[in-house]
Structures are given as C-alpha cells and as structure tokens.
C-alpha cells in the first residue's frame, strides 16, 4: 500500500463517534453517547435509527453480512454470521438488519464451556451488544461486539464480567473524588494499553512439526548452538520478510481502529512485540482479541505463522503480554499520575496505596488472572516474573512511602513536613527513569505494568480482576472518609496505615533469585507455582464476597469459571501427552532405530577389515542404547500414565494428574528424546530442527 494516507484509513472500517455523529439524528447520537459513556439504555426507537445507519454504512464498506462477536470462556472469540439478505417474494431480495437484530442475538450456547452452568436443557445463550466497544466490518461481515449471558443472566463470557468491573470501578472512584472536592468528573475508567509478543516463523517448518500444528508449541528440541545469548535479537535490525508482515498489520490494524503503535524484535530469536496506544479495558480488550486474530491471518498471507503461545520453545524466552493498567477520568485526568501540588498528591497517593493493598490482599485472584497451562511453563522460569505476586515503586516513590511510614521528612533537600495532609505534601517527581525488568507489577510513572499476563491470555481476565479489587479497596476507603470528621487527618492515618499493613507486597529486588523465593515466603505472600495450585482459591469465602459486593460475579459464576478453567487446563495438557507420544513413536522412534542400523551395520562391515578403527562408530552406538532404552522406558511409561487419565474424574483431579503425572512424565521423556537429537545424523531426522525453526525466516 504505497503512499497511504494513515489519517485517512485509520479507524475507516470503524463505526465510530464521527459517522455516528455524521449518520445519526441529534436525538439518537446524544442517546448513543449516553448509552456508551454512562450506561443508560437505549430506547427501541433509537436502535431502529441506528440498526439502519450501521447497515447502510456497513453495505457501502462491502459488508453482506453481520455477525455478534463475542468472547465465551473458550479464550478466543466466537462469531456467527448472518447475511442481511431476506426473501420479499418473486424472488426478490432486500437487505434487512433490524434493531433486534442488533440489540440481542440467540445463540446455541451448548457447545460453549459453561461449567456447570447451564443445564443441557437449557442450551440457549444470547449476546446483547455492548455499545461501548464500536461496530466494525471485517473480511465483508459487520462485526458488533457483544456480552454472551445464559438465559437466567449468568455470565458466560469474559466481557460480562469485565463491563460489571468497571461499572463497579466507576463508582467507587467518583466517591473518592468527590472527597477530594472533584464535582466535575461525571466518569472514571480504568485503562489499558497491553503490549503483545509474539513470534513468526516460516509456514513450512510449521507444518512439519506436529507439536505446534496441536499445541502451539514444541514438545521436543534439543537446545540450539545460538539461542539468544549474544543479545542480538532485541531491537535489532527487522528482516524485509518481517517487516513487510509487520507493515501489513499495522495497516489492517489502523483501519480497524486498533492504535498499533510500535514494534521491535524481542529478546529471542524469531520474537517480536507489538504495542498499542491504551484506552478503555474494555476497548483495549476487544481490540488486543482483533490484534492477536490479524496476527495470524496477515502471517498467513506472508508464507508465515504467527505463534502466541507462552513458551513454544524451552531454552529462549517465552512470550508475555504487558497489561499497562492505569485510571482516567472523563476529563482526561491520570489518577495515578503524581500531581504537582499537594492536594494533588494525596488524592495520588490514596488511589496508589488502594491499589497497593488491592495487590496484597488478592494475590491469589491475580495469580488466577494469568494462570493457565501455557503461562506455567514461563512465570518463574528466569525471563518473566515468578508465580509470586509483588509491587516494584521505584527509588523515589518508595522513599515516600517509607517517610510517611516513619512520619519523617522525605528529603532534607526539599525540607519538607510529611504529614500527609491535604496541604503540606510535597511535589511527587515523576520517576521514569530506573526500571525493573523483574518485576511483576510494577509502577512506570503515571501506570501500572502488570508483566505476568501471558501472551494468548485474554486480557478481559487480568483486567476485571485489578478493576474488582482494586474498586473494593476504594469502597472501603471511601466508606471510612466519608463518615470521619476530620477529612485531612483521617486521610493521613488512612493512607499511613495501609502502608505500614501493606508494605510486605513492596520488593524493590531482583524477583529472579533463589534468595526473594525465601524472603517472600518468610513475609507470609503466595507463591502459587501452578495453575493448579491458583485456581481452587478462586471461590475462597473472601473472594465471593468482594465479587458479588460489587455484583461482579456471583458464587456460582465463579465456581463455574473455576471448572472450566480447570477444565482446559487438564484438556491442554492431555492432548500434549497424546501428541508426544504420536511424535516419539512414529518419527522419533524410526530415527533412532534407523540410525542404530547405520551404526551397527557400519562396525558389522568395518570388522571384515580387522584392522580398522571404529572407535566412534561404536561409542556411539553405546551411548545410543543407553538413551534409546530410556526412551523408550520413559515412553512405556507415559503411554501408561496416560491411559490411566480418567475423563470422568472431576476437572480438579484431572487437572492435578496432569500437572503431577503428565507433564513430569512428558519432560523425562523429552529429556532422552533431546539427548538423542544431539548425536543422531540429522538426514535421519524428520522434523525440523530448533535451529531450523527458530532462523527460518532468514531475510
Ligand atoms: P514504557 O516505555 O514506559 O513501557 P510506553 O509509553 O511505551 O511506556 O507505553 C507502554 C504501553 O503502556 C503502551 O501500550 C501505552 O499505550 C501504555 N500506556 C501508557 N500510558 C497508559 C495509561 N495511562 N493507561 C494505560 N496504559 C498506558
Ligand atoms: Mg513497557
């Protein structure tokens, strides 16, 4: 596309605010607005207006049909598209699109996980747009993004949940404005800009391992010579290949009104990043879902394949997805951006220890936010932070904390009195110059990074949480200021308290080390190493009730997220073992056997000529069956364990044997497989290599 003018395809598929203003009555745009900014509904009138602007829009966009989009629990998202043809007699057709159409949909939800939750006889769900996210027409469908309930209400997707989040955010932070003296502010909304790895490899390795056809990722692979160890990879030059796959997508991402923003080579080899300009949880939700689909579909078109698995390849690093998380209010204020004057500054510091205690409290909920059988292999694993939860400030933050905790002066250089009160507290720098890489939850100046997400995770999930708890945390604060008589002194307790109860999540270290395993346990915080060991916290007593406080979700949504989300974890798992077992019986095993031929039948011919060497010949032939009996026990043994899995077990205890049984077995067998690899001829080999897969796109 030379010479496209970005201004003029940005956000061109894209229902938005402006042909919504173009396109619609004063009355319908001004419900629209109120519909999107404060949730109130939309008359039926009004949705026959726009039903028909957003059909006559989407015709002249190329569209034939529309589809509800949506998110159910499977992780990725569901379509079914209708076209707008109906009969209207002689054969005759006119293009229809109703506002029920729009408004509701039905769907078939049985084949949707929904643990528990809907009764086989009761197999309809349905969607309901969501009119905060914009309408969009791609691939010649228009695209409305919706919430997919069951027939009794019950969530069954990961936006429901994500839009009662932020309700309940709202809320509670217009309460702490408005103590604050903030009349002004009608609406605040948590944001997020998630950075999204990835890597890109050529197609026709691809297909020729059936490991990452299945699972995404490799099962089997000995350690390649170079990995990432020369650090040439990160921001390095982008190869032509790449970077025309890369200009492709920015392209399709523009016009979808997605702000891709940068990209550069990561740390691995293979390894990229894209990240966009934040917005709305829920916009940036939608549109990291469009990103990672277009991801795969433009690599597709470049003889490429995009893979977004956390850890497709031991020994390089794995992919993750930073969710920058921060708040704004409708006027474009930052509220976690340190103020420059004092009021400023303490309203700063209230919402930075609320969510500082939000982080402390429910440490299990964020380690349930990320947890799945991908992201096991990299949390922990010396590249991305470990399953233990912790806040990283920075140098100059957390000397305030630690002042106000010991009610001293900050800095003599500012000689300044630290009693927090709403007019003595200093000017808070802005601190965007140290960072730590290790961190898991760390504060970059005026946001939080919250780097545990996983790369294929959908960010609905990490968000709704930190929305939820952290509006929790602001309920309870707000519930205390508004009853106290002193304002400024009760803030100044409030905010010294939480603190000196909270400071235990506060670890300025390098989250990698043995040592911060040991001092983390000794401060009493969570290290919940699997996905298994996380999720049966999930319906935990103190859980339930700060979701269902804030009607966010009820028991029974949460144990039904719980059985799914176990579900897929002990499914995942599984189909690994039976692929693993495919891969070493028909292609490892011929290679090994074949090669041992060539060996044996080597030395079998050297021996007529007696007087011939054949010291290698058969050193390697010793060590072959030694590691080829291995194998081949380790197999045995895998082929058993599995064929003990149960599927009538309950998810949990499947979930459990997996991650106990299968997945140990899996790597001793992968071990001897990874040995062999290393001394077996590679024209013996069927599959492409680490080395092969990892420089496959050479230019
Ligand atoms: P850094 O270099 O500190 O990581 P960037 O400006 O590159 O910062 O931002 C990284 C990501 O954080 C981007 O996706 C960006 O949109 C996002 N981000 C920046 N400000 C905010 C904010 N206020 N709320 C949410 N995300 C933000
Ligand atoms: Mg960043």
């Known amino acids: ?320 997805k930073h969710n920058n998380w921060s708040i704004s209010t409708d006027l474009g204020e930052n509220l976690l951006e340190p103020g420059d004057t004092p009021a400023k500054n303490a309203q700063f510091l209230l919402f930075l220890t609320a969510v500082i205690k939000a982080v402390d409290e429910y440490q299990d909920l964020l380690r349930i936010s990320v947890a799945s059988a991908g992201n096991d292999h990299r949390l922990g694993g010396y590249e991305a932070p470990p399953a233990i939860i912790s806040i990283y400030l920075g140098e100059e933050l957390d000397g305030v904390l630690k002042a106000i905790e010991k009610g001293e002066e900050y800095s003599a250089k500012r000689k300044t009195d630290l009693k927090i009160g709403v007019s003595v507290l200093p000017p808070i720098p802005k601190d965007s110059t140290d960072r730590n890489r290790t961190s898991p939850f760390a504060f ?79 401060r009493g915080l969570l290290n919940l190493k699997t996905t298994v060991d996380a999720l049966p916290r999930y319906a935990d007593e103190k859980n339930v009730k700060m979701f269902e406080t804030h009607k966010i979700l009820s028991k029974q949504e949460i144990n039904s997220r719980t059985e799914i989300l176990l579900e897929n974890y002990s499914n995942i798992v599984h189909i690994e073992a039976l692929t693993a077992i495919d891969i070493a019986r028909k292609e490892i095993t011929p290679a090994v056997i074949d090669y041992q031929a060539f060996l044996l039948n080597e030395l079998s011919l050297k021996k007529e000529f007696s007087t011939l060497a054949c010291g290698l010949e058969k050193k390697l032939a010793e060590r072959l069956a030694v590691l080829s009996e291995e194998f081949s026990n380790a197999l045995d043994k895998l082929i058993e364990d599995v064929n003990k899995y149960d599927s009538t077990w309950t998810n949990l205890k499947k979930a459990k044997y997996c991650q106990s049984i299968l997945l140990k077995d899996m790597a001793v067998l992968r071990d001897s497989a990874d040995a062999m690899e290393m001394i077996i001829g590679k024209d013996f080999y069927a599959f492409p290599t680490y080395e092969d897969i990892l420089y496959s796109v050479k230019y």
């Open 1 to 320: 596309m030379k010479g496209v003018s970005i201004p003029k395809i940005f956000g061109s598929m894209v229902f938005n605010d402006k042909v919504m203003k173009a396109r619609l009555s004063k009355e319908a745009y001004a419900a629209v607005r109120l519909a999107k900014d404060e949730g109130k509904p939309l008359s039926l009138e009004c949705a026959k207006e726009v039903a028909a602007a957003m059909k006559e829009w989407a015709i002249e966009k190329g569209a034939t049909h529309f589809t509800h989009w949506f998110q159910p629990m499977t992780g990725i998202t569901a379509e079914k598209h209708d076209s707008f043809v109906e009969p209207c007699g002689d054969g005759d057709v006119i293009m229809k699109f109703s506002e029920k159409s729009l408004v509701k949909g039905e769907s078939d939800a049985s084949s949707f996980p929904s643990g528990g939750l809907r009764a086989t006889f009761e197999a309809r769900g349905y969607t309901a747009w969501d009119p905060t996210s914009y309408a969009f027409v791609k691939d010649g469908s228009l695209y409305i993004p919706t919430a997919f309930c069951s027939y009794g209400g019950e969530a069954l997707d990961k936006k429901t949940p994500l839009l009662r989040s932020m309700d309940a955010f709202n809320k509670q932070a217009l309460r702490i404005l408005r103590l604050f003296g903030n009349t002004k502010a009608k609406k605040v909304t948590p944001t997020v800009g998630a950075e999204q790895e990835y890597f890109l490899i050529d197609k026709s390795v691809y297909e020729q391992r059936l490991d990452l056809v299945h699972c995404g990722r490799t099962l089997f692979g000995a350690r390649p010579a170079k990995g990432q160890e020369l650090e040439d990879h990160y921001y390095g030059a982008i190869k032509p290949r790449v970077s025309a796959f890369m200009k492709e997508l920015d392209e399709e991402l523009w016009k979808l009104g997605v702000y891709a923003k940068t990209k550069h080579n990561e740390a691995a080899p293979a390894q990229h990043e894209l990240a966009p300009v934040f917005t709305s949880t829920n916009i940036s939700t939608d549109q990291n879902q469009l990103t990672m689909e277009l991801m795969k579909s433009v690599a597709t078109r470049h003889g490429l394949v995009c893979l977004l698995h956390e850890k497709p390849f031991a020994s390089v690093n794995g992919s993750g």
């Open 444 to 522: 970059t100046g005026n946001k939080f990074e919250f780097r545990m997400v996983g790369s294929s995770t959908n960010i609905a999930c990490p968000n709704f949480i930190i929305n939820a708890i952290v509006a929790e945390e602001l309920r309870l604060f707000a519930d205390r200021l508004e009853g106290a008589k002193d304002f400024a002194t009760e803030l100044d307790a409030l905010i010294r308290e939480t603190i000196i109860n909270h400071k235990r999540i506060l670890f300025s270290g390098n989250n990698y080390s043995k040592e911060w395993e040991k001092e983390a346990k000794r």
